[in-house]
């Protein structure tokens, strides 16, 4: 959800294919539409490294299963510049088991980008909770542009799937409530994109001061998975894990789950 430069932190700084990812906090954004919770929340973002599989250059990212970060759980598809075309998966909105102890963020979607880069074009939704009261929404973002939030009625139980392409130098992002029969469907170019990822994730939103509380939100069941028009599992994706959640393997080449097991989220590591 919130989205903070790739702050890459495996024993200070992270080496991604040969470079340094540069770190620095996005700017906050006003939420218009989207849940009020933290007006200086934005849904997605790229990944936040904590700790890693042993690198060793380049290549390393070809041959890594497992990372662990500080706000991504899920997988991630991971290749060279220009190779993804598309990612595709649909979710049924989990519901926010809000306590009333303080505020706690939760986003779960698709998209290209982010794993290595400082780009993220993607789609989905959130469940969120101010205090005891849980708030849902379905939002769009070309990181680092601000995130835009549709104005569609989102409640626990419905039924999405997102899908992020690149057609012609654009990237068209749709998302599909089935449940409440809404759609919604964008179109813009992203400069700077080099399409070396996809990923279907569950994610702890981030502000400029770091990794947020994570929602209570049970487990969100993934399913239909696609990268490039195929199924997830024939691209050998990276598992990325988080702390409070469990992941799952995947099944039926196309499927798996993300479940809260408690903490997670804030303070988390400071993007600096």
Known sequence: MRRSWATVIVSL????????????????????????????????????????????????????????????????????????????????????????????????????????????????????????????????????AYPVYFSNPVKPGDHFTGSVTYQAGNFVITLTDSTQKWTKTASQAAGGAVRNSAEVIAEAPSSTSGVLPLTNFGTVSFSGATVNGGQLCKTSPVEILMSGVSVSSISGCTNFNVSYTGGGGGPGWPYF
Do not use: I
Request: with cysteine.
């Open 13 to 144: 700084m992270f080496v991604c294919g040969g470079t340094l990812a540069a770190a620095g906090p996005a700017a906050a954004a006003p939420r218009p539409g989207g849940p009020q919770v933290g007006a200086a929340v934005q849904p997605g973002g790229p990944l936040g490294w904590m700790a890693s599989s042993p690198q060793s250059g380049p290549a390393a990212f070809t041959t890594q299963t497992t990372v662990t970060s500080t706000n991504w759980a899920g997988y991630a598809a991971t290749g060279s510049n220009g190779h993804f075309t598309g990612v595709s998966s649909s979710w049924t909105e989990p519901t926010a088991k809000c306590t009333g102890n303080g505020n706690q963020y939760s986003a779960f979607w698709v998209g290209l980008d982010g794993y290595s880069s400082s780009t993220v074009e993607q789609t989905g939704s959130e469940a969120d909770c101010a205090g005891r009261t849980a708030e849902y929404a379905a939002w769009y973002e070309m990181y680092p």
